[in-house]
């Protein structure tokens, strides 16, 4: 009796569990079907072709520019100032008058020596007759020349002085902010103003170090210039038409000087610039910025590639990467060109993702495909 029971009770605790497991099957193939019904997880992208193409690497370095004409003018002698001829930052013309100098006691003295010039002519053609005659010795006249010419030596002197003492401007250009006024003293060697010349070309000087490929005298080399508003402004070209003869000994650095237009004034003295130097030229991809990712592993690149039923499938391929040129990448290794790429939207992609692009849209579309 005690045997059926246990039968009975052992019977019905397997008929439960029994059941609790259909149920649970039950459960779990309805939540799988569920889950089937969702469509498979995909992105959509834009999409384009890897290009091959030939790059030329280049050396950047930062350049300055240096005004043809520039230099300081000091004065060679000391004086009073009687009269100013520019204001600060004034454009002035070659031969313009700057500054003029009290010529006052440079000018009486000037006329004094005249006198005496004159003065001495007179004795010379005096004692030229009296050794005609035969009255004097020729020491006598001898002496005579020699104090006309003296005496016209310290003319000259006095007037060099004197123009010496008016500064003008050697070229046409542009002054410093120097001020200046009337009756003000200025010492021997004040500097008087900067001057930067008005010119339709502008030196750039750079630095290639040593151990880096050298241009050639004559090569171009590209310019470009930091703006506050703007990354970089379009690149100049400039040519190279000097190279300094040897490195130098400190930074181990070879100088070079490009000459650059300026005809529109846009570029000034001292203005720093990057200087872009053609360097080899290699076999490359260039793909665009937005077709690269990057993460804890690399950059990659999503390859678009087509499953056996002929959707879209997105494969990371593993890309070194080169120089940047405007909003393309240049990819050194990799890629081998012509590949369908992801290009913007690439980010939300990983591996054997379903990819929807463009080219996806319109070919479904023809077909009758929502």
Same mark, same amino acid.
Request: proline content about 3%.
């Given at each position: ?6 039968? %009975?009770? *052992? ?37 384009? /072709? ?7 690497? $280049? *050396? @950047? ?10 230099? %300081? ?15 600060? !930052?004034?454009?002035?013309?070659? !031969? ?21 010039? @004159?003065?001495?002519?007179? %004795? /010379? ?41 008016? *500064? ?38 750079? $630095? ?9 005298? !004559? ?7 930091? +703006?506050? +508003? ?12 000097? @190279? ?5 000994? +400190? ?38 910025? +937005?077709?690269?990712?990057?993460? $804890?592993?690399?950059?990659?690149? /999503? ?14 391929? @593993? ?52």
């Amino acid at each position: 009796m005690n045997i059926k029971r246990w039968l %009975t009770a *052992i019977f019905i605790v397997l008929v439960v569990i029994a059941s609790l497991g259909f149920i649970k099957f039950s459960q779990i193939q309805a939540m799988i079907a569920f889950g089937e019904s969702f469509p498979e997880p995909s992105a959509s992208v834009k999409s384009t /072709y890897a290009q091959a193409v030939e790059h030329t690497t $280049h *050396i @950047k370095v930062v350049g300055q520019l240096q005004a043809r004409q520039n230099m %300081t003018i000091s004065n060679e002698y000391p004086g009073q100032i009687t009269f100013v001829g520019f204001n600060p !930052g004034d454009t002035v013309n070659a !031969g313009d008058v700057l500054i003029k100098l009290d010529t006052s006691i440079d000018e009486a003295n000037l006329k004094a020596a005249k006198a005496r010039v @004159k003065l001495a002519k007179s %004795t /010379y053609a005096r004692v030229v007759k009296l050794l005609e005659q035969k009255r004097i010795s020729p020491d006598e006249v001898d002496q005579a020349e020699a104090n006309v010419s003296i005496g016209e030596a310290e003319v000259q002197n006095l007037e060099a002085l004197i123009a010496k003492k008016t *500064i003008t401007a050697p070229f046409a250009g542009h002054t410093g902010f120097d001020q200046y006024q009337v009756g003000q003293f200025l010492d021997v060697n004040s500097q008087i103003t900067t001057m930067v010349g008005k010119d339709d070309a502008i030196w750039v000087d750079f $630095h290639v170090p040593q151990t880096l490929s050298q241009p050639s005298i !004559g090569s171009e080399v590209s310019i470009s210039f930091s +703006n506050n +508003n703007q990354n970089v402004q379009s690149d100049y070209q400039a040519q190279i038409i000097a @190279k300094k003869p040897s490195i130098d000994l +400190n930074s181990r650095q070879q100088s070079y000087r490009a000459l650059l237009s300026n005809a529109d004034k846009l570029f000034n003295h001292n203005q720093m610039a990057m200087v872009k130097i053609p360097s080899t030229t290699v076999n490359a991809v260039m793909v665009p910025t +937005n077709a690269i990712t990057r993460s $804890h592993f690399g950059e990659f690149v /999503y390859k678009l590639e087509k499953d056996d039923e002929q959707n879209w499938r997105a494969t990371p391929i @593993k890309v070194t990467l080169g120089d940047k040129v405007q909003d393309n990448q240049i990819v050194l290794s990799g890629l081998t060109g012509g590949e369908f790429i992801a290009s913007e939207g690439a980010f939300k992609l990983r591996e054997n993702l379903l990819v929807f692009t463009e080219q996806t849209a319109s070919t479904q579309s023809e077909n009758g495909v929502q």
